[in-house]
């Protein structure tokens, strides 16, 4: 009995806890994405999209590039949490 509690202790501690994206932050992307026509659930970007995302929003120029690489960020599996 000890033994299993022990190992269930240790199972549910070492499993890592995965929180959602900050708020502010997805509804940023959101709109930013919205300004070069690209409409997205805020809630349902992962961590990975959203942080990288919001670094080509930041560093990228113009339109068709910032519309390319927002589509492919959200069609990778690697951005998948």
Do not use: W
């Not at 502010?24 to 659930?41: K, P």
């Not at 120029?61 to 690697?78: F, Q, T």
């Amino acid at each position: 009995m000890i033994r299993t509690t022990a190992l269930v202790l240790c199972a549910a501690l070492a499993s890592p806890a995965v929180a959602a994206p900050n708020a502010q932050l997805t509804n940023s992307i959101a709109q930013r994405l919205d300004r070069v026509g690209i409409q997205i659930i805020p809630e349902r970007l992962t961590n990975s999209q959203a942080a990288a995302l919001h670094m080509m929003l930041v560093s990228t120029r113009g339109y068709v590039e910032k519309r390319r690489k927002a589509k492919a960020i959200l069609r990778n599996p690697d951005f998948l949490d």
